[in-house]
Structure formats: structure tokens, C-alpha cells
């Protein structure tokens, strides 16, 4: 911007030189294209003078290609206005590699593909959270460039889960191991990006894909499972019903005892007389036996 009005300047200037020897018309304005000279060159300079950062960005200055260690954090600055000034995006960045077209951060599939311990071939969908460290910025434009998403991020990503993956069975990928297999790439990729000035704040596997015959066998081991807890409650259902029937025998076996001790011949006359006192004073048609044995008494009230 300054190099372009300073050039815009001295052409205004050159020109005024040029008109004021010429006798003509035009001379008369060689003052005016002197004024408008000095005043491009001098907005030009005012103007690459004041950087505006933005805030969640780091400024990183250069002259002629040698990079400043100080960093412009957000806000106006004053800067040298021969400096060219790049910004740095420090706030959290994603980087996606997903198997599904038009999801990651690049077009096709793109997903990780890396063969297990037992030799399978596993294809692993994956994000990375990132960030810059502020500090660092200078030498990441130094050392990578702009583009260390490219150069960096991704290449050194799909590299360590390669390199970890072999580590474990394609089934315990899948199930048992998913979890220490995140820590364990985290922990590795998190040691080169610091040696490079970037921050790994998360890896997030987001979906392990195994082979159809790996699949298969998982789902029908899955089954066989539910079948058998399955049968296993049944079993635990039919006998806990077993020993509310036999509890249920118990009590009505000693309710038969208890009720067999107890009654005498007199408790049963006694019920007998309770009983016909009862239905004597009931208004309805009745025969009452009275007495024991071959030759009851019979009364008939109707």
C-alpha cells in the first residue's frame, strides 16, 4: 500500500517538473500536481502506519522477508509502514477427516485407513481441536507458513494413528480399547504439535469402521449374549416362582395342622350351637339335625 502511493507520488511529482518547463497552459498547474504528490505520499505512509488486529488473531511482522520475534496482539498498532504484517487465527480450529463426502476438510473420502494387530484393515473418522500458540506464531511463519494445517495438522494426525494402531486387535479398536487408543494417539500428536508451536486441546474419534466379516461376527457374539442373559432371567424368573409356590404349600400346610390341633369335639360343638343360633333367627325357610349319630333330631321351620 505505501510502496503503490509512494510510486503514485513521485509520478505526480515527475509530471509537475515536466509541465512547469513546457510553456504551456498546463504550466500553470505544476504547483497543484506538486500539493497532490506530497499529499499521496504522505496518506500512503499515515495509512500503512495504523494495523488493526482483530480479536482471536496475533499479527506476525516482516521487512524484506525477515520476520520479526514480536507479535501484534489484538487491537491498533503503529507499526513501521515498510513492515508487512500477516495475520494468525489463535482462536480453536477443527480439522475433520471423515470417510462421508463433503464432511471433512477436504472433499471425498477421506478417512484414516490403518491395519490392526491381527492384520485387518480399520478406517477411523476422525477431529482434531487445535490452536496456535501466540508466541509461536513468528516461528510457525518462519518455519511452515500459512499453511500448517496442510503441512503439519493433517499429515502428522493420520501418521500417529498409523503408528499406534498396530497396537491393538481391530475388535478391541472397536470396543474395548477405544478409549486408550484416544489417549494414546493424543498424547503422541500432542508432542509434535508442541514442538511446533500448536496446541492440541482434543481428538475426537468419531466413528470406527471394521470390515463386513469383523461386523458380523461381533453382531452374531452379540446375540448369543442377549440370548443367553435372556434365558438366564427366564430361568431366575421360573425359579423364584418354583419357591413362592413351595413357601405358598408351607403355609397352607401348617395352617392344616395348626387349624387340626386345635379344634376338639367341644370347640366343634360349640361352633355347631353358634351356628344354629344363627340360623334360627334368620326369617328364611330351614331344617336344623340336632344331635349326633345314627338318629339325629330334625327340625323344620317354614
Known sequence: MVIFAIIIGVVLFL???SVKTQNTPLAKSSGFLKLAAIIV??????????????????GVQSLYGSVQPQVLESGLHIINPL????????QTQNYTMSAIHAEGAQEGDDAIRVLSND?????????VLYRITPADAPKIFKQIGVNYTDKIVR???????????????AVALYSTKRNEFQQRIFKSIEDDFKQRGLILEQLLIRNINLPASVKLSIESKINAEQDAQKMTFILQKEKQEAERKRVEAQGIADYQRI????????QLQYEQIKAQKELAASPNTKIIFMGKGNAPMILSDK
Open 155 to 169: 499429515p502428522v494426525t493420520r501418521t500417529r494413528i498409523r503408528d499406534n494402531a498396530v497396537y491393538y486387535d
Open 119 to 127: 492384520g485387518l484393515e480399520v478406517i477411523i473418522d476422525l477431529t
Open 15 to 17: 509530471i509537475s517538473i
Open 259 to 266: 387349624i387340626s390341633l386345635g379344634l376338639t369335639d367341644k
Open 41 to 58: 505520499i504522505a496518506l500512503g505512509i499515515s495509512s500503512s502506519m495504523f494495523k488493526q488486529i482483530d480479536a482471536g488473531k496475533v
Open 83 to 90: 513492515l508487512d504484517v500477516t495475520d494468525f487465527d489463535i
